[in-house]
């Protein structure tokens, strides 16, 4: 299975009226996050449909779909990264690891990260230095500094909250309001596992935390208490 085959495909599936939508909906205007995004205007359900027909595409394949200027190949190249992580041997998915980390610029849009970077950035580093996602945290890249967040959710998953703590603090003063809504939601996702946990993080930096960021991480708690961080109360 070739990556021309692919355009092809995607193209007989190409809605412009889907298109338009996505074009607004991921911002893709002049001075937006998305900006210049390019749409065949292909929902999600049926690029995730499709990860199935084209499993067995090589990594040099999906490497060059990955690089395509249509946002719906990148996520489909993503998923098929995915895949391939999960049905590979240690040196499988270290291949997998790395062609991602190679081609983090392709990797740019909010649904593109959150689709990838958990399965296999976090996958990959549970148990292993967690250097790349400081360094990523760091970026004056947004999609980067996304990855390196979202990363955490499988941490979170398997109940090891320290670098998600970390990273949300080297965060808390990000100025990008996609950083402020990931970094709160993997914070109420510690929430919802380890209620102690997020509430020493709220204690201490709550006053400093975006607006948006905070009303993401305590979106569980209880009303009242709720109220008395929005407040400034605790």
Not at 18 to 28: D, E, G, L, M, Q
Request: hydrophobic letters at 40%; a positive charge.
């Amino acid at each position: 299975m070739t990556v021309e085959e692919v355009h092809r495909h995607l193209k007989e599936l190409a809605d412009p009226a889907i298109a338009r939508h996505s074009r607004r909906f991921f911002k893709t205007g002049r001075g937006e996050y998305g900006e210049g995004d390019m749409f065949l205007g292909i929902r999600v359900p049926v690029l995730r449909g499709l990860v199935r027909q084209y499993r067995a595409m090589s990594l040099d394949e999906i490497q060059k779909l990955l690089g395509s200027p249509f946002h719906e190949e990148r996520l489909l190249a993503l998923l098929l990264l995915v895949k391939k992580y999960e049905s590979g041997d240690e040196d499988e998915r270290h291949e997998v690891y790395r062609l991602y980390f190679d081609n983090l610029r392709f990797v740019n849009n909010w649904d593109l990260v959150d689709s990838s970077a958990p399965y296999i950035v976090g996958h990959w580093l549970l148990g292993k230095d967690k250097k790349p996602l400081y360094v990523l945290a760091g970026s004056d890249r947004l999609w980067e500094r996304r990855v390196a967040i979202l990363s955490t959710f499988y941490f979170i998953r398997k109940e090891r909250f320290d670098d998600t703590l970390a990273i949300s603090l080297l965060l808390i003063h990000d100025p990008e309001d996609l950083i402020h809504k990931a970094v709160g939601w993997m914070l109420r996702e510690v929430g919802k596992r380890d209620t102690g946990r997020l509430r020493a993080f709220l204690k201490k930096h709550y006053n400093e935390m975006p607006r948006t960021m905070l009303r993401y991480a305590i979106e569980r708690l209880p009303e009242n208490e709720r109220k008395r961080y929005l407040k400034g109360l605790e």
